[in-house]
């Protein structure tokens, strides 16, 4: 889908705000890859796999309106369609999503407004990621999803299958096996993560012994 571009052309739905809107854009992907640089200084290790940054479409726009039974003009929008601007950071282990989300939430200039933990509280079809909803300097909001390898690849196939196809009479047995490889993938999630803490431990046990060692003369 080609991205809207700002200017005389700019759809009304974004209250001519689209510069802006990019622009906020661009400034949180930019703050994300500065705590990516200033996380793997401090760790060894780059906490993300991979981050994207998009700015939702009109046709988007117009049906979340239309399921919240919204007005689709402008000035509605920019106050209360708070994911216009949406930044996903895809981590590689559990723990580092909760990390991700302290960084993002002590970025300069950023105010949480809205937090949904989805993979503490799974949503019934099996989906699991972490919610942050920003507002940066007092005005323009932008929504934070972040999550792990596994659970980005689930999000990304039960959209495909449910939504790009048409599943006709399989749809119960399509949500349920959905559901249940969502709890499959988290638990091979909690696996790694398991796994994980065992290198780290036995890597700072390696290092205590190293510092505190040295045979006697």
């Known amino acids: 889908m080609t991205e809207a571009t700002a200017g005389a052309n700019e759809d009304p739905i974004y209250g001519g705000r689209l510069a802006d809107l990019m622009a906020l854009r661009d400034r949180l992907l930019a703050g994300v890859e500065q705590l990516r640089a200033s996380l793997e200084r401090e760790q060894g290790e780059d906490p993300i796999e991979h981050c994207l940054g998009r700015i939702k479409s009109v046709q988007s726009i117009r049906e979340k309106c239309a399921r ?3 007005s689709p003009t402008g000035e509605v929008v920019l106050r209360n369609v708070y994911d216009i601007v949406g930044i996903r950071l895809v981590c590689t282990f559990l723990d580092d999503v909760y990390l991700m989300r302290d960084r993002v939430a002590a970025l300069p200039g950023i105010e949480v407004v809205q937090e949904k ?4 509280h799974v949503k019934p079809n099996g989906y699991r990621s972490y919610h942050m909803v920003v507002r940066v300097e007092g005005d323009l909001c932008a929504e934070f999803q972040i999550r792990t390898i596994s659970q980005d690849t689930w999000a990304a196939l039960e ?3 449910k939504y790009k196809h048409d ?3 399989n749809l119960a047995l ?3 096996e959905l559901k249940r490889c969502a709890d ?3 638990s091979t999630d909690l696996s790694m993560q398991t796994i994980r803490n065992m290198i780290r431990a036995s890597d700072a046990s390696d290092t205590t012994t190293m510092m505190g ?3 006697a003369s």
């Open 174 to 176: 399509i949500t349920s």
């Open 184 to 186: 499959e993938l988290a």
């Open 213 to 215: 060692g040295g045979e």
């Open 117 to 120: 933990d989805y993979i503490r």
């Open 159 to 161: 959209h495909q299958i």
């Open 167 to 169: 599943v006709g009479g």
């Open 68 to 70: 919240k039974g919204m």
